[in-house]
C-alpha cells in the first residue's frame, strides 16, 4: 500500500503536506486553537460517508449524547453549534444534495407518506418566515440546522430502517453512549450529594447544558430500554438481569434529574399508552378531554386560589419538589415559564401571520416583558433562551401556521404510529412501534414546558423515532411473521 503511494505522488509533495500540517498545527496551539489535529478525524468520516454512509449516519447518533457545544469551548461567539455532530450532519446534508442531483433518489414512497408532507410544509413556512424574518442570519441559521437534523435522521433513517435490526442498532448506539453520560452524570452529582436539587442543572455539562434536556432524552429512551428488554430471550438471564439493571439506572436517573417536566411527561405518556393497549376508542377519548377541560374552566377560579395558596418550592426533598409543580406563586421556575408564555402570545398578536422569524423570540421578547411578570431569573437583554414550549415558540416566530405546521408533523406520526401497532402481522413491530410512540409522546407532553428541536441531542431522537415509525408503516407492517414471532 505504501509503496503504491509512493508510485503515485511524488515524494516532495507528500512531505509537504506532512510539514505543512505540523507547521499548521505549532501555529494553532500557539494561538490556543486547538481543532486542527481533528481534521485527519474529519477526512477519516467524509471517507466513510464517501463509500457507506448509513454506517456513518450511525457513527454520529453515537456520538451525540457526547456532543459539546462550540461555546463551551469558545467564549464570545455570535454562533453555537454542536461538536462533532454538526458539522458532520451538514457534511451529510451537502452529500445528500449531492448525491439527490447524480440521480440517487430516496423512495418515492417515503416522499408521498403524510408525514413527510407534513414536514415539507414545516420547512417551507420556515423558509417563508426567515425571509421575513427581524433577523434573516439567526432564522437560516435555525432553518440549515433543522434541515441537516431532518435529512440525517429522518430521511436517510427511512432508508437505513428498512433493515428492522438497523433500528435495534440506532437506539443501542445512542443508549450506550448516552448510558455513559448518564454515569458520568451520577458520579458529579454525588460529589455534591445526590439530594442538591441546585447542582442537579449543572452536572451533565459539558454533554447537557442543563438538566431539563438530560431528563428529556432520559423520558424519550425508557420506554424503548423496555422494549428491548422484551426482545431478550427469557434463557438468556444474564442479559436480562444486565438489561433490568441498565433500566434501573435510567429510572434512577430520572429521578435525581429533579426534571419535573420529565416525570409528568412520563406519567402522561403512561396513560396514553394504557389508551392504546386498552384499545379505547378515539372519539371517546376525545370526549373525555373534551369533559376534563371543560371541568377545569368551570373550577378554574377556585383551582387558581388553592395553585396561589401553595408556596411550596423546589428543593432536594423528593417530595417538596413534587408539590412545586403547582406553585405558581413563588416558585421561581414556574414563575419565568408563564413569563415566557405570555411574552410569546403578546409576540404572536403582535404578528400573528408570520411571525418574528425562526429562532428570533429570544432577542425580541424583551420588549414584551410586564413588570407584575418578571421574576428574579427574568432579563431583558435576550441571554436567557427560548420560549419553553415547542408550540409557542413557533407561533411566536412563524405564526399561526408555524403551530399548524409542527402540529401536523405530530398528528401524522401518532396516526402512523397506532396504524403499526394495531395493524402489524408482526409482534416484534407491534411491541417496536408502541415503545417508539410513547417515547415521542414523552417528549410532545415535554414540549408544553421545554423546547430543544434545535439541539442534535433531542433531534436525534425525535426524527430517528419519526423514521422508524415511518419505516415501519412501509416496509413492515405487511410483512409475514417470521417462527420467532409467531410463537
Not at 395553585?307 to 403547582?326: A, C, P
Amino acid at each position: 500500500m505504501i509503496a503504491g503511494i509512493q508510485e503515485r505522488y511524488p515524494k516532495a509533495l507528500l512531505w509537504g503536506i506532512l510539514i505543512t500540517y505540523v507547521a499548521l498545527n505549532t501555529l494553532m496551539v500557539a494561538l490556543e486553537f486547538y481543532f486542527v489535529p481533528l481534521i485527519p478525524a474529519l477526512l477519516l468520516f467524509i471517507a466513510l460517508a464517501l463509500v457507506a454512509m448509513e454506517k456513518y449516519l450511525l457513527a454520529v447518533v453515537f456520538f451525540v449524547p457526547l456532543s459539546v457545544p462550540l461555546s463551551m469551548l469558545v467564549k464570545g461567539l455570535s454562533i453555537d453549534m454542536y461538536l462533532p455532530t454538526e458539522p458532520l450532519l451538514a457534511g451529510l446534508l451537502l452529500l445528500y444534495i449531492l448525491k439527490y442531483l447524480m440521480g440517487d433518489r430516496i423512495d418515492i414512497r417515503v416522499l408521498r407518506h403524510p408525514v413527510t408532507l407534513a414536514i415539507y410544509f414545516h420547512l417551507a413556512w420556515m423558509l417563508i418566515t426567515s425571509m421575513a424574518s427581524t433577523d434573516p442570519l439567526v432564522s437560516f441559521k435555525l432553518l440549515a440546522s433543522r434541515l441537516w437534523f431532518i435529512v440525517g435522521f429522518y430521511l436517510l433513517g427511512t432508508q437505513m430502517f428498512r433493515k428492522e435490526k438497523r433500528m435495534h442498532t440506532y437506539a443501542w448506539l445512542f443508549i450506550i453512549a448516552f448510558s455513559g453520560v448518564i454515569l458520568y452524570t451520577l458520579i458529579n452529582h454525588l460529589q455534591y450529594g445526590l439530594n442538591n436539587q441546585v447542582m442537579a442543572h449543572r452536572v451533565a455539562r459539558p454533554f447537557y447544558k442543563d438538566h431539563t434536556s438530560y431528563g428529556a432524552t432520559l423520558g424519550f429512551i425508557l420506554p424503548v430500554l423496555v422494549a428491548l428488554f422484551m426482545f431478550i430471550k427469557r434463557e438468556d438471564i444474564n442479559t436480562r438481569f444486565l438489561m433490568l439493571l441498565l433500566i434501573l439506572l435510567v429510572v434512577f436517573a430520572t429521578a435525581v434529574s429533579y426534571t419535573r417536566a420529565s416525570w409528568i411527561s412520563i406519567l402522561a405518556s403512561l396513560g396514553v399508552w394504557a389508551i392504546i393497549k386498552l384499545r379505547i376508542r378515539f372519539e371517546l377519548v376525545l370526549a373525555g378531554a373534551f369533559i376534563m377541560v371543560a371541568f377545569f374552566l368551570s373550577i378554574r377560579t377556585q383551582l387558581m386560589v388553592e395553585l396561589e395558596q401553595n408556596r411550596v418550592e423546589s428543593s432536594g426533598e423528593f417530595s417538596e419538589h413534587v408539590q412545586s409543580i403547582s406553585n405558581i406563586s413563588t416558585d421561581q421556575s414556574n414563575l419565568e415559564r408563564i413569563n415566557r408564555w405570555s411574552c410569546a402570545l403578546r409576540m404572536w398578536k403582535d404578528k400573528p401571520l408570520l411571525g418574528f422569524g425562526p429562532g428570533t423570540y429570544q432577542f425580541e421578547y424583551g420588549r414584551y416583558q410586564r413588570s407584575y411578570e418578571k421574576t428574579r431569573i427574568s432579563t431583558d437583554f435576550g441571554n436567557m433562551g427560548t420560549a419553553h414550549s415547542e408550540y409557542l415558540g413557533p407561533l411566536a416566530e412563524s405564526g399561526v401556521f408555524g403551530l399548524i405546521s409542527i402540529l401536523l408533523v405530530i398528528g401524522t406520526t401518532i396516526y402512523t404510529g397506532i396504524r403499526v401497532y394495531y395493524t402489524s402481522r408482526r409482534r416484534s413491530i407491534r411491541i417496536f412501534s408502541l415503545a417508539i410512540l410513547i417515547g415521542l409522546f414523552s417528549y410532545y407532553f415535554h414540549g408544553l414546558l421545554n423546547n430543544f428541536l434545535d439541539t442534535d441531542k433531542i433531534s436525534v431522537l425525535f426524527w430517528g423515532y419519526t423514521a422508524m415509525l415511518v419505516a415501519m408503516d412501509l416496509y413492515h407492517r405487511e410483512e409475514e411473521p417470521d417462527m420467532e414471532g409467531a410463537s
